[in-house]
């Protein structure tokens, strides 16, 4: 019998993928092994936690949700933990989104309160995103793939180091991973449904990380744009409703601080902030150039007469977001190199030392986890880019993995590098990784006469461009 086309294809390419896209109830085999790496998994961070985190005094946002988390479970209701414990005032808070802080809010309500019960919730979190790191590589390159993720997602310093820092990073990475693995379910099977979906899941990202709204314009739009078996005008209303149906997820909390504030707070209070935190004289001409410094909005508020303790409040934070795009536009012709440090920061090749001691002292990052975190930087991007090149080459769409990628380079030029940013990054980069590794064991070992590609895995499926 002549060759089909997919194992014409497979001969004439030397990194050729694990058996295809798998679309069909995994295996007891496959579920076995997913198994054994969430142990793997759990057998890293809950040691981690116990012996290395269950003593840190937690300061900044690590606090925010900790302390926030029990006084919501109080009944207290959104309030600023910092005022409330330090200044003996109590204020209104959108310092953050509410997901992350209402989940570990459950645990607290159920008398898990205490700094080490938050952060075995948190590792909870880290523990699914190695099942959907297994599901997600399985479904775009076959079992081996899948359960190659699986593993790095459960070793990989940049993903566990969020589960004893007690940062909504930890939430951040399974609910990407989520949305990756919906968008290739649309991508084999456009319908309506499914982009809803991915809607919903892409709203839930709002409510954790407002910057994961991103993945509308760059995964949502997109896909819709893409799906040629159905009319033009079905794929912009398509496009509108998963549109739609995220920011209907987002709604209730952008109406909640509309009732409570003054002035206009759509997701957090932060935006200030972060505007004078990131465009001020040490982030454009100091030693920190592309990071955010805390001192900034300080100075700013201290020079208009408000004290710290009010740096949450509505005014003081229309005052220091003003002056954070006053300076900007003021030292426009510093921009350009200043984009470049925040970009070159982000992957671990400009300053990777400082910036390493800056996640140890402003994420709650153990020093020696921040190191051998800095170290892994570049090995997973230049796998995330071979595994790219692979999928490509495979005729694999690689938009549902380089959106998530493409969301943290936006934001980092927007706003500042600091390494948390990158975990919206994490689980897709790795994901990639895995495919170029499993492409590689294949080559190693030679062609197998048990083993042929799926034509899924060659081919454009047709329900999409």
């Given at each position: 019998?002549?060759?089909?086309?997919?194992?014409?294809?497979?001969?004439?390419?030397?990194?050729?993928?694990?058996?295809?896209?798998?679309?069909?109830?995994?295996?007891?085999?496959?579920?076995?092994?997913?198994?054994?790496?969430?142990?793997?998994?759990?057998?890293?961070?809950?040691?981690?936690?116990?012996?290395?985190?269950?003593?840190?005094?937690?300061?900044?946002?690590?606090?925010?949700?900790?302390?926030?988390?029990?006084?919501?479970?109080?009944?207290?209701?959104?309030?600023?933990?910092?005022?409330?414990?330090?200044?003996?005032?109590?204020?209104?808070?959108?310092?953050?989104?509410?997901?992350?802080?209402?989940?570990?809010?459950?645990?607290?309500?159920?008398?898990?309160?205490?700094?080490?019960?938050?952060?075995?919730?948190?590792?909870?979190?880290?523990?699914?995103?190695?099942?959907?790191?297994?599901?997600?590589?399985?479904?775009?390159?076959?079992?081996?793939?899948?359960?190659?993720?699986?593993?790095?997602?459960?070793?990989?310093?940049?993903?566990?180091?969020?589960?004893?820092?007690?940062?909504?990073?930890?939430?951040?990475?399974?609910?990407?991973?989520?949305?990756?693995?919906?968008?290739?379910?649309?991508?084999?099977?456009?319908?309506?449904?499914?982009?809803?979906?991915?809607?919903?899941?892409?709203?839930?990202?709002?409510?954790?990380?407002?910057?994961?709204?991103?993945?509308?314009?760059?995964?949502?739009?997109?896909?819709?744009?893409?799906?040629?078996?159905?009319?033009?005008?079905?794929?912009?209303?398509?496009?509108?409703?998963?549109?739609?149906?995220?920011?209907?997820?987002?709604?209730?909390?952008?109406?909640?601080?509309?009732?409570?504030?003054?002035?206009?707070?759509?997701?957090?209070?932060?935006?200030?902030?972060?505007?004078?935190?990131?465009?001020?004289?040490?982030?454009?001409?100091?030693?920190?150039?592309?990071?955010?410094?805390?001192?900034?909005?300080?100075?700013?508020?201290?020079?208009?007469?408000i004290s710290r303790s009010t740096l949450d409040s509505e005014r003081s934070e229309r005052i220091v977001r003003q002056a954070g795009i006053d300076y900007m536009r003021d030292h426009a012709e510093r921009v350009p190199a200043v984009v470049?440090?925040?970009?070159?920061?982000?992957?671990?090749?400009?300053?990777?030392?400082?910036?390493?001691?800056?996640?140890?002292?402003?994420?709650?990052?153990?020093?020696?986890?921040?190191?051998?975190?800095?170290?892994?930087?570049?090995?997973?991007?230049?796998?995330?880019?071979?595994?790219?090149?692979?999928?490509?080459?495979?005729?694999?769409?690689?938009?549902?993995?380089?959106?998530?990628?493409?969301?943290?380079?936006?934001?980092?030029?927007?706003?500042?590098?600091?390494?948390?940013?990158?975990?919206?990054?994490?689980?897709?980069?790795?994901?990639?990784?895995?495919?170029?590794?499993?492409?590689?064991?294949?080559?190693?070992?030679?062609?197998?006469?048990?083993?042929?590609?799926?034509?899924?895995?060659?081919?454009?499926?047709?329900?999409?461009?």
């Amino acid at each position: 019998m002549p060759p089909t086309d997919a194992s014409a294809l497979a001969e004439r390419d030397e990194l050729v993928l694990e058996p295809g896209a798998e679309t069909s109830p995994p295996e007891r085999r496959f579920l076995g092994w997913l198994a054994a790496a969430v142990v793997l998994g759990a057998a890293i961070r809950f040691p981690y936690l116990w012996f290395d985190r269950r003593h840190v005094e937690f300061l900044g946002d690590s606090y925010y949700y900790h302390r926030g988390a029990n006084l919501l479970a109080d009944g207290e209701g959104f309030i600023n933990p910092f005022t409330r414990d330090f200044f003996g005032e109590t204020h209104e808070a959108a310092d953050h989104p509410p997901l992350y802080l209402v989940y570990l809010a459950l645990f607290s309500f159920v008398g898990l309160t205490s700094v080490t019960g938050h952060m075995f919730a948190s590792a909870l979190l880290g523990l699914s995103s190695i099942v959907l790191a297994g599901f997600v590589g399985r479904r775009i390159a076959g079992d081996r793939v899948g359960l190659i993720a699986a593993v790095l997602v459960a070793v990989a310093p940049n993903v566990w180091r969020y589960d004893g820092a007690m940062l909504s990073e930890v939430m951040v990475i399974p609910l990407v991973l989520l949305a990756v693995l919906l968008a290739y379910r649309y991508w084999d099977s456009p319908s309506v449904v499914r982009l809803l979906w991915l809607g919903l899941v892409i709203g839930l990202g709002g409510l954790t990380r407002p910057e994961l709204l991103l993945l509308v314009p760059l995964l949502v739009v997109p896909l819709a744009l893409l799906t040629r078996s159905v009319a033009m005008r079905a794929r912009l209303t398509w496009m509108v409703a998963g549109s739609v149906v995220a920011g209907l997820v987002v709604t209730p909390w952008i109406a909640f601080n509309a009732a409570r504030f003054e002035e206009p707070v759509l997701f957090t209070q932060n935006l200030g902030q972060t505007l004078a935190g990131s465009n001020c004289d040490s982030t454009y001409y100091g030693e920190i150039v592309g990071y955010w410094d805390f001192a900034c909005p300080v100075a700013i508020l201290a020079d208009n007469g408000i004290s710290r303790s009010t740096l949450d409040s509505e005014r003081s934070e229309r005052i220091v977001r003003q002056a954070g795009i006053d300076y900007m536009r003021d030292h426009a012709e510093r921009v350009p190199a200043v984009v470049a440090a925040r970009l070159g920061r982000i992957v671990g090749v400009y300053r990777p030392t400082q910036q390493r001691d800056l996640d140890a002292l402003t994420e709650g990052v153990t020093m020696w986890v921040a190191t051998v975190a800095m170290v892994t930087v570049p090995i997973t991007i230049a796998g995330a880019v071979v595994g790219g090149v692979v999928l490509r080459r495979r005729g694999r769409s690689v938009l549902p993995l380089v959106a998530p990628i493409a969301s943290v380079l936006v934001t980092v030029v927007i706003f500042y590098a600091a390494s948390r940013f990158r975990a919206t990054a994490e689980g897709p980069m790795l994901v990639l990784c895995a495919v170029a590794v499993g492409a590689g064991w294949r080559r190693l070992r030679g062609p197998s006469g048990d083993e042929r590609p799926d034509p899924a895995s060659t081919e454009v499926h047709p329900g999409v461009a």
